[in-house]
């Protein structure tokens, strides 16, 4: 076993130097978004990270101008009900500047793991409608500007990636009042998402080893590390492409290091490599 550890090492000799630099992006706080060291990370409390985009359907004017505030989404269980503010870029979106596949990302958020049932999407007074060379102002209900809710029901896991999307219908949104040339905005939208990414999770025991674990893809790849609790030995690495990987063990305090391959990771997954016992 000494062996091959040895023989693996000289295989990946940048595994070393790519621990060091993953340290400093930790210490930096620029690597966020690989690392993963939160206590109690599994499926129960752990988090996903979700995206948010903003998409459209074809409409026949030349601008449909929307005010986004703010964007949030409901985490409530059938005994609470919580509201929670995704950070976005805030600004007027013209919505035919996404037809045809097109998106623009509004924000990122890592939420706790489990169900999200509905979004509230706040907007200002600035919407605004382009035909030919007129420009209309879009009158916007107060209701709407204090919160437009829709549903999600989606169920997010610890250590996924998710995308979703809100689906504005531009076309059906607008609706034109009598004869009187004034445009109201009565917003009509679905929202979907999609898993993007898998994760690995397991535990390493003893603590005593004081590991990092690695997720290496081809020879000598490190796509992203984690740091085992320091009671329970869990670990996730969460928010990677799906793929197969080797999972690098770097030990201290006298213990051996180990390698598990294959660790095969697939979309909307997190791969489950159970209890890894390091020796001396």
């Given at each position: 076993m000494a062996y091959l550890l040895k023989q693996w090492a000289i295989e990946n000799k940048n595994f070393v130097m790519k621990k060091v630099m993953i340290a400093l992006l930790l210490f930096t706080g620029a690597g966020i978004f690989f690392l993963s060291c939160n206590k109690n990370n599994d499926n129960k409390n752990g988090k996903a990270r979700l995206s948010v985009y903003l998409t459209d359907d074809p409409a026949r004017y030349d601008e449909v101008n929307i005010d986004i505030r703010e964007v949030k989404i409901n985490v409530s269980d059938s005994a609470n009900e919580q509201w929670i503010n995704i950070p976005?870029?805030?600004g007027i979106y013209n919505l035919l500047q996404f037809r045809n596949g097109l998106d623009t990302l509004l924000g990122t958020i890592e939420l706790p793991a489990g169900r999200v049932s509905q979004m509230r999407l706040i907007l200002g007074p600035n919407?605004?409608?382009?035909?030919?060379?007129?420009?209309h102002a879009l009158q916007t209900p107060s209701a709407q500007q204090s919160g437009l809710k829709f549903k999600i029901q989606?169920?997010?896991?610890?250590?996924?990636?998710y995308k979703l999307w809100i689906d504005f219908d531009a076309g059906r949104s607008i609706v034109k009042a009598g004869n009187s040339g004034k445009y109201i905005l009565k917003p009509v939208i679905r929202t979907y998402t999609e898993a993007i990414s898998g994760g690995i999770r397991g535990i390493v025991l003893p603590t005593a080893a004081d590991a990092w674990v690695y997720?290496?893809?081809?020879?000598?790849?490190?796509?992203?590390?984690?740091?085992?609790?320091?009671?329970t030995g869990i670990f996730l690495i969460k928010g990677i492409a799906p793929d197969t990987y080797k999972l690098g063990i770097d030990a201290n305090n006298n213990y051996l290091d180990s390698v598990i391959s294959p660790v095969n990771v697939t979309l909307g997954n997190v791969t489950n490599v159970g209890t890894v016992t390091l020796r001396q």
């Open positions: 976005i870029k805030q919407n605004t409608l382009k035909e030919g060379n007129q420009i989606t169920v997010l896991d610890a250590g996924i990636t997720a290496i893809r081809g020879t000598n790849d490190t796509v992203a590390s984690a740091k085992p609790d320091g009671t």
